[in-house]
């Protein structure tokens, strides 16, 4: 049973650049959650997908934006790239409307 | 919004003996709460989860209580063993699925052989 997986696990890139990241949720998963997890701290929710649409959204600027495939996999958009960007970005995923969420392994990415 | 307290940031316990780790809450529309542990290099895995009409639950070496009165869980590891060694994060949601998980700040578990 595949759990969630994320690609690409490091990425660097310089301030005011764009970047990509990917999601493929856990089998059977329908609905996608992104994370924002800076070094030391906990993970905080940026967004939440399913049905293709923004469901919920966390305290993040539109700098962050995301989209939902009709296969349930998910990116994760963020424009001009900040150095307080830099982060591991967790993405979850769940089964309609059920709490229990899974994480993927994440992506690091490093703003220079 | 939500807001998560969690303590301690660092625990440090002799293996076999117990850990306990709190967090408290301060939405009371929030009636789901999980524990995730992360290792190094790793996304969270999450151990155990308790909803707000149970008071208790329990797998096998971890247990997790809640009492929502007061607004605070936490979570119990008997026997702790090396590979228990992590950092654990609680969280709390309203549950419904369309909402998103606040975290706790993490308690870094350090099992003395």
């Known amino acids: 049973d595949a759990g969630v997986t994320q690609s690409p696990t490091h990425l660097i890139k310089t301030r005011g650049q764009q970047v990509t990241l990917r999601c493929s949720p856990k089998?059977?998963?329908?609905?996608v959650s992104w994370y924002q997890q800076a070094l030391g701290q906990g993970p905080q929710f940026i967004f939440q997908?399913?049905?293709?649409?923004?469901?919920q959204r966390g305290n993040f600027p539109d700098r962050f934006s995301g989209h939902q495939f009709p296969n349930y996999s998910s990116e994760l958009n963020v424009n001009a790239l900040l150095l307080g960007d830099s982060a591991l970005y967790l993405c979850?995923?769940?089964?309609?409307?059920?709490?229990?969420?899974?994480f993927g392994p994440g992506t690091r990415l490093l703003v220079l | 919004g939500e807001n998560v307290e969690q303590h301690p940031s660092t625990l440090s316990v002799q293996e076999g003996d117990s850990a306990v780790i709190k967090c408290t809450y301060s939405d009371s529309a929030s009636n789901y709460f999980p524990w995730y542990k992360q290792e190094l290099g790793k996304g969270p895995q999450l151990i155990i989860d308790i909803r707000s009409n149970v008071g208790e639950k329990k797998d096998q070496r971890i247990a997790v209580t809640l009492n929502k009165t007061a607004k605070h869980f936490s979570l119990h590891i008997t026997e702790t063993q090396p590979e228990d060694s992590a950092v654990y994060f609680c969280a709390a949601s309203r549950g419904g699925g369309a909402d998103g998980l606040t975290f706790g700040k993490g308690t870094h578990l350090i099992i003395q052989p």
């Open positions: 979850a995923s769940s089964f309609r409307y059920q709490e229990t969420q899974y």
């Open positions: 997908y399913y049905e293709e649409e923004e469901r």
């Open positions: 089998s059977g998963h329908d609905t």
